[in-house]
């Protein structure tokens, strides 16, 4: 996991499932491929990738709200968080506010966006203390659960001044 990062990565290597197998005669056998092996054993049922990416985010659970990291390496300020926004059926409008505590040492630069294409969202106001978010929707009478990406930092130079 790198600092900052909105998400984790497990990666899952199947070539690390094991590194010698022992052959009907009772000899041990290390030229076959992972693959092979485990082919051999039915495990693998034809699937050729030898690693396998999955994605692991702590607001994956509906339960969890909020997930945030704050870093400051090489000077830089840096604040990544996850919000759940739920919009209630015909609500088109929601505002968020993100506090930062500590503040910032000045008003730093924000961004926030969402996968959800049917979500607008615009930064209405940036504060050393905090950022305010307004999320709209252009099909309110749906509702919407959606995690909200926010990304806000100060660089070395705007501490420096």
Do not use: W
Not at 43 to 49: K, N, P, Y
């Amino acid at each position: 996991m790198t600092v900052g990062s909105t998400h984790h990565r497990l990666k899952i290597d199947r070539t690390a499932i094991c590194t010698t197998t022992l052959t009907n005669e009772g000899t041990m056998n290390n030229n076959q491929s992972i693959e092979d092996r485990l082919n051999q054993l039915g495990r693998l049922d034809g699937v050729a990738d030898a690693v396998e990416e999955e994605e692991f985010s702590p607001m994956s659970d509906p339960a969890v709200t909020q997930h945030i990291i704050r870093s400051n390496a090489d000077g830089i300020d840096q604040f990544n968080g996850q919000f759940r926004v739920s919009l209630r059926s015909q609500q088109a409008t929601t505002v968020l506010h993100v506090p930062l505590h500590p503040p910032m040492e000045s008003a730093p630069v924000a961004e926030a966006y969402c996968e959800n294409e049917a979500v607008r969202i615009r930064v209405t106001e940036v504060q050393r203390f905090g950022v305010r978010l307004e999320i709209k929707t252009n099909v309110p009478a749906a509702g919407i659960d959606e995690v909200i990406q926010v990304q806000i930092t100060q660089s070395a130079v705007d501490n420096a001044s």
